[in-house]
């Protein structure tokens, strides 16, 4: 049973940074990709970023692309968020998800290709 947990959310102000961070758990024999969506309030949820697990490459949304740097804790098995320079827009559930593959799903953007979901980690951006 893969558990995926995310934690560090918390209300923030414009410009402000946050560290979001994702620990797994449950029997994991090779390495998989892993990322970050995000929902709020009445819209859709959306992909934010990923990461590879073997080579580290990363993929963003362009909405974060330069704010925002998704990383990963080979040897503790967690993945992190760093964000930067956040804006009102950012304001959301941040989940923490992972493939049941090295490599990102083809549609990486797309919520069914990830297996796995944490429950979500709130973040809130005030003016």
């Known amino acids: 049973q893969v558990q995926l947990v995310e934690s560090g959310g918390r209300l923030v102000q414009v410009g402000q940074s946050l560290r979001l961070s994702c620990s797994t758990s449950?029997?994991?024999?090779?390495?998989?990709?892993m990322g970050w969506f995000r929902q709020a309030p009445g819209k859709e949820r959306e992909f934010v970023a990923d990461?590879?697990?073997?080579?580290?490459?990363?993929y963003y949304a362009d909405s974060v692309k330069g704010r925002f740097t998704i990383s990963r804790d080979d040897v503790k098995r967690t993945v992190s968020l760093q964000m930067n320079s956040l804006k009102r827009e950012d304001t959301g559930v941040y989940y923490c998800?992972?493939?049941?593959?090295?490599?990102?799903?083809?549609?990486?953007?797309?919520?069914?290709?990830?297996?796995?979901w944490g429950q979500g980690t709130q973040v809130t951006v005030s003016a």
């Open positions: 998800v992972r493939a049941n593959t090295p490599y990102p799903p083809q549609f990486r953007t797309d919520r069914s290709p990830w297996d796995h």
């Open positions: 449950g029997v994991t024999v090779r390495p998989y990709a």
């Open positions: 990461i590879t697990w073997n080579d580290g490459a990363t």
